[in-house]
């Protein structure tokens, strides 16, 4: 929002354009004379179409000086309002699987990656206060964001992330160590790992038990969400090493016991969503279960854009100077 310290400058700038060509035209018919400087009986001799332009464009270019000079005098201020939360919300990071079967059709004409990731975006537009991050895995496990409440740069990794990104694999335990190391020196009062998969750990060298464990040891919480229906599921993707298209079925299952048993390593909880509105429900539960922070003022910061106003008509005056001098011969 634009506001100004001295209005009456301001409305000045608004008025100086049309004040200005008001007095010209008067004070120019007043005391002109005119007289022929043709043959007589023939046609005045007139300017050029394009001298015409030109003169209006000088003409212009003094208007403008002059209300670019009164809006910098009228103490101009962009004004930003910002949110500022008066606790820190908890610190949150998504563990999303992104291998092959993740691009399994079950979730309303949707796949399972592009729901997770739907979901994820929801969650964090919703809870601005949390810091949110987000981690992958496949044949191996890499953080791609560390929580962050900047959510640019969250949904832009999110949705730049591929199916296959890291293998065909799912390195679950990886990927849980790794979430505990990013979270063990949070500052936040609550700490939150999600890992969302629809598979068992067949890669990585860490065992999904003890990485469990080690997150639950350092105080935080674990959701063990398990995606996926069984049966013959059909899966569309595209490889991100080899760039085609891979079309097909695929036979899904995976044990809902051994989800469940890293969930409870870490005292943590498993909610299973095998279709899309159970998804959803997993994700409401998860959003009731971790209240988010809710006490907050609105502050407005100001920006001062007097210097860049009155460089402006710096700048705008010297250039029709400069036209005058080399183009009418006026003194610079």
């Not at 949707?110 to 979901?119: G, Q, T, V, W």
């Not at 068992?200 to 398990?226: D, R």
């Not at 809710?294 to 005056?317: I, K, M, Q, T, W």
Request: with cysteine; charged share 20%; aromatic share 10%.
């Amino acid at each position: 929002m634009l506001t100004f310290d001295k209005p009456a400058f301001a409305v000045a700038a608004f008025a100086a354009p049309f004040v200005i060509f008001a007095l010209r035209r008067f004070f120019r018919g007043a005391f002109r004379l005119s007289f022929s400087l043709g043959t007589p009986g023939g046609d005045c001799f007139k300017a050029s179409a394009g001298f015409r332009l030109f003169a209006a464009f000088l003409n212009a270019a003094d208007y403008v000086v002059a209300s670019l000079l009164l809006l910098a005098s009228a103490g101009p201020k962009f004004v930003v309002n910002e949110t500022v939360w008066l606790e820190r919300g908890a610190d949150v990071l998504f563990v999303l699987d992104c291998s092959p079967s993740m691009a399994g059709i079950d979730m309303a004409g949707k796949s399972r990656f592009d729901a997770a990731r739907e979901l994820i975006r929801n969650f964090a537009e919703n809870r601005p206060a949390d810091a949110v991050g987000l981690a992958a895995l496949g044949n191996d496990a890499a953080l791609l964001i560390p929580p962050t409440v900047d959510r640019n740069a969250l949904f832009d990794r999110l949705d730049r992330l591929a199916i296959g990104e890291l293998g065909d694999g799912t390195a679950l335990g990886t990927a849980l160590v790794l979430a505990a190391f990013h979270l063990e020196n949070s500052a936040a009062n609550r700490k939150i790992a999600v890992l969302i998969t629809d598979g068992e750990n067949n890669a990585g060298a860490v065992h999904p038990l003890a990485a469990a464990a080690a997150l639950g040891e350092q105080g935080a919480i674990l959701y063990v969400i398990g995606v996926g229906s069984s049966g013959e599921i059909p899966v569309d993707y595209i490889d991100p090493v080899t760039k085609t298209r891979r079309m097909g079925s695929f036979e899904s299952r995976y044990s809902h016991e051994s989800l469940i048993a890293i969930a409870g390593a870490a005292d943590g909880k498993f909610m299973y969503a095998p279709g899309r509105d159970s998804f959803e429900t997993a994700f409401g539960a998860l959003n009731r279960a971790e209240p988010a922070t809710s006490r907050s003022v609105v502050r407005g910061r100001e920006n001062d854009l007097s210097d860049a106003f009155a460089a402006a008509a710096l700048a705008l005056c010297f250039l029709s100077r400069l036209l005058r001098a080399l183009f009418l011969g006026a003194p610079l």
